[in-house]
């Protein structure tokens, strides 16, 4: 199985400030990668996908880039809505896995 | 807009069995037949854990091996509706389950899977308590 592997598990940032969380995949995955962001009580949200595409309706601070391995989801702008916990996700080979998250929570 | 809609919470006992469903709607009948339907959960505080996925139309079932001997997905096209059922149920089951369809698209009278997960239900609490 292939291992996704996020950093840091908790962020601690205030509103306006840029946030960057990496993933890294144990073998290649290409750009086979998604990420969603998931509040309290509520079902993930796709927010990118293919490692760099931004999902239709997703704000425009989100961002994803690839270098190799290694995944980055960068949020330009932090805001009230989006202290939650975020998951990337290879969909290159079954069984699809996941990173085990990464929570960002107001400093 | 493809809405998924989960069956309620449940509450089982240690050995017994969960029968999950998804009725999807907002979608036409081709697009629920050709792309994968997935099971996803989430232990209380835990992260996310795919169980599978169904292709509605071939029937055709993926499982993680972790899974593949308790695990059963099956759909039913005319009713748009998945299910997850989890056997031999142990306390480790107690999670949240969500249903989970792929992103794709028809053009052309082709239809092109694209993989990662666009649409997910609300979500359904299994309880595992003696």
């Known amino acids: 199985d292939i291992q996704m592997t996020q950093s840091p598990s908790t962020l601690s940032a205030s509103v306006g400030d840029r946030v960057t969380i990496t993933c890294r995949a144990s073998?290649?995955?290409?750009?086979?990668l998604a990420w969603y962001q998931q509040r309290p009580g509520e079902a993930p949200k796709l927010l990118i996908y293919?490692?760099?595409t931004l999902q239709s309706g997703v704000s425009s601070r989100f961002s994803g880039s690839q270098s190799g391995t290694d995944f980055t989801l960068t949020i330009s702008s932090l805001q009230p809505d989006d202290f939650a916990t975020y998951y990337c996700q290879q969909y290159n080979s079954h069984p699809w896995t996941f990173g085990q998250g990464t929570r960002v929570e107001i400093k | 807009q493809v809405q998924l809609l989960q069956s309620g919470a449940e509450v089982k006992k240690p050995g017994s069995s969960v029968k999950v469903s998804c009725k999807a709607s907002?979608?036409?009948?081709?697009?629920?037949?050709?792309?994968?339907i997935n099971w996803v959960r989430q232990a209380p505080g835990q992260g996310l854990e795919w169980m599978g996925n169904i292709f509605p139309g071939s029937g055709r079932a993926n499982y993680p091996q972790r899974f593949v001997d308790r695990v059963t997905i099956t759909a039913d096209e005319f009713t748009r509706t998945a299910y997850m059922q989890l056997n031999s149920l142990t306390f480790d089951d107690t999670a949240v389950y969500y249903c989970a369809r792929e992103a794709g698209f028809c053009s052309g009278g082709s239809c092109y899977s694209q993989e990662y997960l666009q649409h997910w239900g609300q979500g359904t609490p299994v309880t595992v308590a003696s």
């Open positions: 907002g979608d036409t009948f081709t697009n629920f037949r050709t792309f994968s």
């Open positions: 293919k490692a760099s």
């Open positions: 073998q290649n995955i290409y750009s086979w």
